[in-house]
C-alpha cells in the first residue's frame, strides 16, 4: 500500500511539474485531466487495498467530475482563446525552479503531519501537499483567467489528494460539498469569462484594471 | 426544532421566490425576511434561556455563540431586505431576491452547525450565492470586482479546507469514530491530547482560509471592491454579517487550539493580523476616491480590531470583541445604506463628485453622519464601549505596546474616514442630486440600528452582561 500509494502520489506531482513546463494550453488541460485520473486511481487503489467502499465511491465521482466534466467546460471556456504562444520574458525554467523548490518546502512545513501519521500511506503526504503548493503558485501568478482556474483546480487536487493520504478521505458530506463546490467555480467562472469576453474582446485579466486604491 | 426553522425559512422562501415577478416577489421577499429576522430572534431568547438548540443527531447546534450569530444575522438581514426593492427594478437583472435569502441562508447554516465540515460547506455556500449579487448591476467595474471576489476567496477557502483536513486528522486518531471527529464538541474534548504541531500548522491554514473571508489583510484585496461595486444591500451584508461570520469560524477553533497548543500560539497570530489590518486600513481610508470603498476599509479596520480584542484575550477582551463584532455589523450595515440612498440620488458613488449632501439630503445626511461618527468609535454608540472594553483587556493583559500603537492607528483611521465624509457632506454640489428618499418606511429600519447602538452604547437591557459572559465562557473557556 506504501508502495503503490507514494508511486501514484509522485506521478501526480510529476504531472504537476509538467504543467508548470508546458505553456500550451491544450496540452495543460490534457494533463490537468490526467492528473485527476491519477487521483481516482489513487482513491480507488486505497479503497480497495483498505477495503473502503467510501473511497471507490469518492474515485467515480472524481472520474465524473474532474476528468470529464470540468475539463469539458474549460475545453469549452478555453476554445475562444488562441493556442498560446509563451510569452516574451518568461521561460519555464525558472517557474520548474521555483516548483522545485516549493517540493522542498512542501516537505519541510509537512513534517509534524508525516511524524504524527500512522497510516501506511502518511509517506506521500508532502508530495500532495507540493502538488497542492504549486498550484497555488500557477494560480497566484497566472496571468490569463485559464491559468488562474487550472492553478486552483490543481491546488484542489493536491489537497483532496493529501486528505486521501493523511485520512482515507473526509466524511461523505463534507466530500460531496467539496465536489459540488468545485463544480460550481468552474461554472461560475465559465460564466464571468464569458462576460468579460463579451466586454473586453479578450480573457487576460490584465485588461481588468479599473478598481485600484 | 426552532433550529430547523430559522434554517428552513429563507430556503423556502428564496425557492418560492424564483420563479416569482413584481408585486408578488416584494411580498414574498418581504414575509420572507420578516420572518427569518423573527426565527433568529426567537432562537436567541431561547438560546439565552439557558438552553442548547440541537437536531438531526447533534449535527446542527446552537448554543450561546451561534444564537449570538444567528441574531446578528437576522437583524442585518431584515436591515438590508427592508432597503432591497430599491435596487430591484422591473426589467432589469432578476433573481435578486432569491439570492439573496439563499446567501442570508447559507450564513445561518454555517454558524448553527457543530460539524466543521458543514460549516466550510456553508462559508464556501456563501461565496458562491454572493458572488452573483456583487456583480447584479453587471458594469465592467462589477465584473471585475466578482471575479476577484470569487476567485481570491475560492482559493482562500480552500485553503481553510486544508487546514480542516489536518484538523480531522489530528482528531481521527485520537477519536476513531468518522462522523463526530469533526464536531467542535468533540475537538474541545480531545484537544489536550490532540499532537500541538498539528493543530498549529492546522490553525495557520484555517486563520489563513476564513481570514480571506474575515477580510484581515493581507488577505483582504478582493473586500474593497466587492463591497464598493455590490449593491448597496448586498455591500451591507458583506460588511456587516459575512465578515464576521469569518471570524466566527475562527473564533470557532480557537478554544480547542489554546487547549491544544497553548494560548500563546493564537494570540500570537491573531494579535500581527490584527494589527496589520488596522495599519492597512488606517492607509487607504486616507487615500481612497470613493466613499464606499472608504466604507469597505472601514470593515478591514474593525475586522482588525476583532481580531486584535479576541487575541488580548481575557474575558474583557473577548467579550469586547464578541461586542464588536456586533456593533459594527449595525453601523457599518446601516452606514451602506445610507451610502447607497446617496450614491442613486448623486449616480457616483467618487467622494470628488458629491458635494453638500447634508443640504440636498439632510435626513440622510444626519443618519449617514450618525452611523459614521459610531463607526469612529465616539459615544453615545456602541462601538466605544466594545473599543474602550478591547483596549482595556490590551492594556490588562500586558500588551500596552500593541495596544498603544492600535490606538494611533486608530486615530489617523478615524480622521481618514471622517476627511472623506466631510468632504461628501458638506459644500456646493457641481449638480442637484435628485433628492432626498422619502417616506417613514425608509426612515425606521436605519433609526432602529442607530437606537440599538445608542442601546449597547449607554444602558445594556436586563440580561445583556449576562449573555456575553456567556460567549466568553465558550470562546475563552
Sequence with gaps: MTTASNLLAFLCLAITLLIVWRQSWPARLRLFAAQSLLLAILAGTIGVLAQRRALLLVAAVVVVVKVWAIPRVLARIGSGAPVRRIAPGRSSGIALLVAGALVVAAYVVMLPVTAAAELPTGSAIPLAFAMALIGLALCVTGRDALSHILGFLVFENGIFGLAILATYGLPSIVEAGVFLDVLVIVLIMEAVVVQVRREHASIDVDRLRELRG | ?477
Excluded at chain 2, 4 to 16: D, F, K, N, S, T
Excluded at chain 2, 73 to 81: D, H, K, N, Q, T
Excluded at chain 2, 218 to 240: I, K, Q, R
Excluded at chain 2, 365 to 376: K, R, V
Aim: with cysteine; charged share 10%; hydrophobic share 55%.
Design chain 2, 1 to 477: 426544532m426552532m433550529l430547523l426553522v430559522v434554517l428552513a425559512i429563507p430556503l423556502v422562501g428564496a425557492a418560492l421566490l424564483w420563479r416569482a415577478t413584481n408585486r408578488l416577489a416584494t411580498t414574498l421577499h418581504a414575509v420572507t425576511a420578516a420572518s427569518t429576522l423573527a426565527a433568529a430572534l426567537a432562537v436567541a431568547v431561547a438560546v439565552n434561556a439557558g438552553e442548547t438548540l440541537v437536531a438531526f443527531d447533534g449535527l446542527l447546534r446552537a448554543d450561546a455563540l451561534s444564537a449570538w450569530m444567528i441574531a446578528l444575522i437576522g437583524i442585518v438581514s431584515g436591515l438590508a431586505a427592508s432597503e432591497a426593492p430599491r435596487y430591484v427594478v422591473p426589467g432589469g437583472p432578476r433573481r435578486f431576491y432569491p439570492i439573496f435569502h439563499l446567501f442570508v441562508f447559507t450564513m445561518l447554516l454555517a454558524v448553527s452547525t457543530d460539524d466543521v465540515g458543514l460549516m466550510w460547506v456553508a462559508v464556501e455556500g456563501t461565496t458562491l450565492a454572493s458572488v452573483f449579487l456583487v456583480n447584479f448591476e453587471r458594469t465592467r467595474a462589477s465584473l471585475e470586482a466578482s471575479y476577484k471576489y470569487l476567485l481570491i476567496c475560492s482559493v482562500g477557502i480552500a485553503i481553510a479546507f486544508l487546514g480542516t483536513v489536518l484538523v480531522y486528522f489530528a482528531g481521527i486518531q485520537q477519536f476513531g469514530d468518522e462522523t463526530h471527529a469533526l464536531r467542535y464538541t468533540t475537538l474541545l474534548r480531545l484537544a489536550p491530547g490532540l499532537s500541538p504541531r498539528v493543530i498549529e500548522l492546522a490553525f495557520v491554514f484555517l486563520v489563513v482560509g476564513y481570514g480571506t473571508k474575515a477580510g484581515l489583510a493581507p488577505m483582504h484585496t478582493w473586500l474593497p471592491d466587492a463591497h464598493s461595486e455590490a449593491p448597496a444591500p448586498v455591500s451591507a451584508l458583506m460588511s456587516g454579517v459575512l465578515l464576521s461570520v469569518g471570524v466566527y469560524a475562527i473564533v470557532r477553533f480557537k478554544p480547542a487550539v489554546d487547549a491544544a497548543a497553548g494560548p500563546a500560539f493564537a494570540r500570537g497570530i491573531m494579535l500581527v493580523l490584527g494589527l496589520l489590518s488596522i495599519a492597512v486600513a488606517a492607509a487607504f481610508l486616507w487615500t481612497s476616491p470613493n466613499y464606499k470603498r472608504a466604507l469597505a476599509y472601514s470593515s478591514v479596520e474593525h475586522i482588525g480590531l476583532v481580531c486584535l480584542g479576541l487575541g488580548f484575550g481575557g474575558p474583557v477582551g473577548t467579550a469586547g470583541a464578541l461586542l464588536h463584532v456586533a456593533n459594527h455589523a449595525l453601523a457599518k450595515s446601516t452606514s451602506f445604506l445610507l451610502s447607497g440612498r446617496i450614491r442613486s440620488a448623486y449616480g457616483s458613488a467618487e467622494i470628488a463628485s458629491v458635494r453638500g449632501v447634508m443640504k440636498h439630503m439632510p435626513r440622510t445626511g444626519a443618519a449617514f453622519l450618525a452611523s459614521i461618527l459610531a463607526l469612529a468609535g465616539l459615544p453615545p454608540f456602541g462601538l466605544f464601549v466594545s473599543e474602550l472594553m478591547i483596549f482595556a483587556a490590551g492594556f490588562k493583559q500586558g500588551f500596552p505596546l500593541v495596544a498603544g500603537l492600535a490606538l494611533l492607528l486608530l486615530v489617523i483611521a478615524f480622521a481618514g474616514l471622517l476627511r472623506a465624509v466631510h468632504r461628501i457632506l458638506y459644500g456646493a454640489p457641481a449638480r442637484e442630486p435628485v433628492g432626498e428618499v422619502a417616506g417613514w418606511r425608509s426612515a425606521v429600519p436605519v433609526a432602529a440600528a442607530l437606537g440599538v447602538l445608542v442601546l449597547t452604547g449607554l444602558a445594556w437591557p436586563p440580561g445583556f452582561g449576562e449573555a456575553l459572559d456567556r460567549l466568553v465562557a465558550i470562546v475563552s473557556p
